[in-house]
Structure formats: structure tokens, C-alpha cells
């Protein structure tokens, strides 16, 4: 799949946005158990939203860097540019020996909303084949497992270091022609990852494990210029849906899962800046024994958050941010 790059920075924006957040001490081990929605609750599921976006925004790079990589059958000089921040070693360098290695290790700095993010460490990839008995090219039975070694994310003065073990499974891979001119691709993909991160903001030193057992469906669509012949993408109708479970500790040392109750579906906003937005959505979020229905929905070029704890709801809207707060602290 070839996540576009406003995909990359509206997952940053949500990292950014979702970290300043108002906090309350009205209980330390969780979300309130009370029938209201407290500010407590709020703020322990902006904080797990916090950490899902940047573990995100990793994931997705990734998958850019190797799918470019697999598209241009592991040519290097065909996949990277001058103003490229990451070193990338492949062994072996084609697409008839696997399994191979692929190291990118990475110093970058980016600037997104005039804020700046820099991305450093080693991202450790084995790439395989799944052996079955269709004959499909060899990208429909991929297997990719990335290893974070030390992958630290930095924004102003909040950083996440991420460690752990992320590996993908091909389920399918399609391809159809529409018509002359037009093409749609799906790509379904197993994802299951043991990460742990490690938070720090300047006075803080914090350590939370996200697992996860998701399934992604990828659509992608293409138009053919009539100039060139070539295939084009066309970004703006792209759409990824998510399904599946999350869980792991959170911050304060409490086990959490987060399950996909309605499917996430991820699509461009039809208008300027045509940043991706989540029209459906929604997941239950349980933290000891107190559950949070989070569901998600699209305002325009705005995605929605609502929580809803025994029929009370509350509204969350994004905003740009700089720093990584812990919930429980005012």
C-alpha cells in the first residue's frame, strides 16, 4: 500500500494536537467511575490517542520507504532523492532471494504547521514470501517484519522512543481496470505489533506498551494521462480501513484494550488542505473496569471525536500542540 504523504502529516497534526489536553486528579488508577464524564476520562483517552497517532505516523513512513523500495524492485538510486535524511542497506539487492534485509536508519527534520519534528534511529526490516500455491507475483505474498531499535520521534520538547517488533502478513492483493483510464487496487494486510514507548517531557520520564492485532484494507485508485500512458495516482480517493484490537499498560502502569466496534475508515477531505479525515469510527476503550465508547466522524475537512461513558457524551476538537502532558497531572 502507498500511503500518500498528507496522510503522514495529518497523523503528526493529531500527535501534536492531541497533547495538550486539561487534566484532573479526581482519580489516579483510571477514568472516573462515576456515570458522569469526568475530565479525567477525557484526558486518559486524548493521552492513549496521543501515543497511538505517533506510533502511526512511524508505522506509515515505514511502509512509504518500503513500498517504494518493492516498486522499484530494490533499486536504491530509484527510490531515493538528494534531500533524503535516511541511510538504507539492502541484502540482498533484487526480488528473486529471499529472505532480505533492509536497514534505514534514519536523522531527519521535518517541519509540519511550522512546528518542528525530527526522527532518529533504525528501523530493521526482514522481508519474506509467504509460500502458497496461486501464481501471483511475488508482492501479493508478502511478508514484512520491522524491528525499532531505539526510534526516537522529537517535537519541541516532548519525545517518544520506540522499541519492539511490528510484522505484516499479505492476505490479498487485487488489481482491477475500471476502464481505459481508471484502476483501483486493494491490498489486505494482517498487522500485529509489540511495541514499547518510552515518554519523555523535559521533566517526566514515562513507559507505555501498545500491542496490536489489526487487519488494514487499502484502496487506492488511478487514472491513466492520456500524455504519458503511465498510471497516476489519484490520492484524494484513496481510503484505508482498519479493524481489529489494541491493548497493552498505559502510563500510569494500568492494563488498557481498545477494540474496533465499527471500522475506521480513513479519507481525504474534498477540499483544501485535503487532509485525511475519519467519517466512521468507533472503538471501545477499557482501562481496569471502566469503559469509554470512542467514536469518530467528519466535520468538513474536521474529524470529530466522541465519548460517550452511560449515555453522556462529550465532544473532543484537535488543536495544534507542542508537548506531551500526562493526564493525571495538572
Not at 503528526?12 to 495538550?20: P, Q, R
Not at 470512542?294 to 474536521?302: F, I, L, R, T
Request: proline share 4%.
Amino acid at each position: 500500500m502507498k500511503t500518500s504523504k498528507i496522510l503522514y502529516l495529518w497523523v503528526l497534526s493529531v500527535m501534536l494536537g492531541l497533547a495538550i489536553h486539561g487534566c484532573s486528579k479526581d482519580n489516579m488508577n483510571g477514568p472516573g467511575s462515576s456515570s458522569a464524564i469526568t475530565s479525567s476520562d477525557i484526558s486518559v483517552a486524548q493521552d492513549q490517542e496521543s501515543q497511538d497517532a505517533i506510533v502511526d505516523q512511524v508505522n506509515m513512513d515505514a511502509d512509504n520507504s518500503l513500498d517504494l523500495m518493492e516498486a522499484n524492485n530494490f533499486n536504491l538510486s530509484a527510490t531515493k532523492s538528494a534531500s533524503d535524511c535516511s541511510t538504507v542497506t539492502i541484502s540482498p539487492k533484487d526480488t528473486i532471494v529471499f529472505p532480505k534485509t533492509i536497514t534505514i536508519t534514519y536523522n531527519c527534520v521535518d517541519t509540519v504547521n511550522g512546528e518542528y519534528m525530527t526522527q532518529t534511529g533504525q528501523l530493521v526490516i526482514l522481508i519474506d514470501t509467504i509460500p502458497v500455491g496461486k501464481k501471483l507475483p511475488w508482492r501479493a505474498h508478502l511478508k514484512r517484519s520491522i524491528t525499532f531499535v531505539d526510534f526516537k520521534v522529537t517535537t519541541d520538547s516532548s519525545s517518544f522512543t520506540i522499541n519492539g517488533t511490528r510484522t505484516l502478513y499479505r492476505m490479498a492483493s487485487t488489481s482491477k481496470t475500471l476502464n481505459s483510464l481508471n484502476k483501483r487496487t486493494e491490498v489486505k494486510d494482517s498487522i500485529a505489533s509489540r511495541l514499547t514507548l518510552n515518554i519523555s517531557n523535559g521533566s517526566s520520564s514515562l513507559v507505555a506498551t501498545r500491542n496490536s492485532n489489526r487487519t488494514r484494507d487499502a484502496i487506492n485508485y488511478y487514472n491513466r494521462l492520456t500524455t504519458t500512458g503511465y498510471w497516476h495516482p489519484e490520492v484524494s480517493k484513496d481510503t484505508i480501513i482498519f479493524t481489529g484490537t489494541i491493548f497493552g499498560v498505559n502510563t500510569m502502569g494500568n492494563n488498557y484494550s481498545r477494540t474496533i466496534t465499527t471500522p475506521f475508515v480513513y479519507t481525504h477531505c474534498p477540499f483544501w488542505p485535503y487532509n485525511i479525515v475519519i467519517p466512521s469510527g468507533a472503538i471501545n476503550f477499557t482501562v481496569g473496569t471502566n469503559t469509554l465508547i470512542v467514536s469518530y466522524s467528519a466535520d468538513g475537512c474536521k474529524t470529530t471525536i466522541t465519548i460517550t461513558k452511560n449515555g453522556k457524551t462529550r465532544i473532543i476538537n484537535r488543536r495544534i500542540g507542542r508537548k506531551f502532558y500526562p493526564w493525571w497531572r495538572p
